[in-house]
T-cell receptor
Framework: GIQVEQSPPDLILQEGANSTLRCNFSDSVNNLQWFHQNPWGQLINLFY???GTKQNGRLSATTVATERYSLLYISSSQTTDSGVYFCAALYAGKSTFGDGTTLTVKP | NAGVTQTPKFQVLKTGQSMTLQCAQD?????MYWYRQDPGMGLRLIYYSASEGTTDKGEVPNGYNVSRLNKREFSLRLESAAPSQTSVYFC?????????????FGSGTQLSVL
C-alpha cells in the first residue's frame, strides 16, 4: 500500500505565527485529504487536494502530485488551531493516514 | 443535524464480551468506513462498504465483523473483545469512493477492554 509520512511530528508556535506542515506519499494518489483533530478528538475535513492549491480563510494547501508531496499552510495561527493535523491518501476504497503533526499554539 | 452519528460514545468491556458499535449517516452517502485510532497514531481502516450490500476488509480487519444494514447504517461488531482492541473507533462516510469525495467523520467511540 501507499506510505504516508508527515513532518514535523510536533510543532509549538506563538499565537500569530505562520507554519507549514508537510505530507510525503510514496505513490501517485488521486485523493489526498487533510484533517484537523481538535483536542476533544473531533476530526474535521479541511481539504480535498489531489493537486494544485486551495485556500480556506487562514488555511491553504498545495499538492504537487508529480513530486508526491502536499503542504498545509497555517497563517496567523490562533490557539483554536491547536490539535493534530493528518493527511490521508485514499485509493481503491482503502486509505492510509500519516501519523500526524501535533500543533500547539500558545497565547 | 446532518452528519455521521455514532453510538455509544464510551464503552468498557471485559475480555471475551461482545458488542456492536452503531453508525448512521443522513447525507445519502454511498460509502461508509470504520477506523480505529490508537494513541499517538493515525487512523487505520478496519472495514469499508463502497455501497449498500457490499463490505470489504481494510488494513486491520481481524477480530471484527461489519454489517451494512441499509444505505444509512453501518455497524461494527466485536465478537470476543480483547485488550488489544482498546482504541477509539471512528465511523466515516463519503458520497462515493474515489476522487472528489471528502471523507466525513463521526465523533468517535472510546472503547476500553479490560
Amino acid at each position: 500500500g501507499i506510505q504516508v509520512e508527515q513532518s514535523p511530528p510536533d510543532l509549538i508556535l506563538q499565537e500569530g505565527a505562520n507554519s507549514t506542515l508537510r505530507c510525503n506519499f510514496s505513490d501517485s494518489v488521486n485523493n489526498l485529504q487533510w484533517f484537523h483533530q481538535n483536542p476533544w478528538g473531533q476530526l474535521i475535513n479541511l481539504f480535498y487536494i489531489p493537486s494544485g492549491t486551495k485556500q480556506n480563510g487562514r488555511l491553504s494547501a498545495t499538492t504537487v502530485a508529480t513530486e508526491r508531496y502536499s503542504l498545509l499552510y497555517i497563517s496567523s495561527s490562533q490557539t483554536t488551531d491547536s490539535g493534530v493535523y493528518f493527511c490521508a491518501a485514499l485509493y481503491a476504497g482503502k486509505s492510509t493516514f500519516g501519523d500526524g503533526t501535533t500543533l500547539t499554539v500558545k497565547p | 443535524n446532518a452528519g455521521v452519528t455514532q453510538t455509544p460514545k464510551f464503552q468498557v468491556l471485559k475480555t471475551g464480551q461482545s458488542m456492536t458499535l452503531q453508525c448512521a449517516q443522513d447525507m445519502n452517502h454511498n460509502s461508509m468506513y470504520w477506523y480505529r485510532q490508537d494513541p499517538g497514531m493515525g487512523l487505520r481502516l478496519i472495514y469499508y462498504s463502497a455501497s449498500e450490500g457490499t463490505t470489504d476488509k481494510g488494513e486491520v480487519p481481524n477480530g471484527y465483523n461489519v454489517s451494512r444494514l441499509n444505505k444509512r447504517e453501518f455497524s461494527l461488531r466485536l465478537e470476543s473483545a480483547a485488550p488489544s482492541q482498546t482504541s477509539v473507533y471512528f465511523c466515516a462516510s463519503s458520497l462515493r469512493q474515489g476522487t472528489g469525495e471528502k471523507l466525513l467523520f463521526g465523533s468517535g467511540t472510546q472503547l476500553s477492554v479490560l
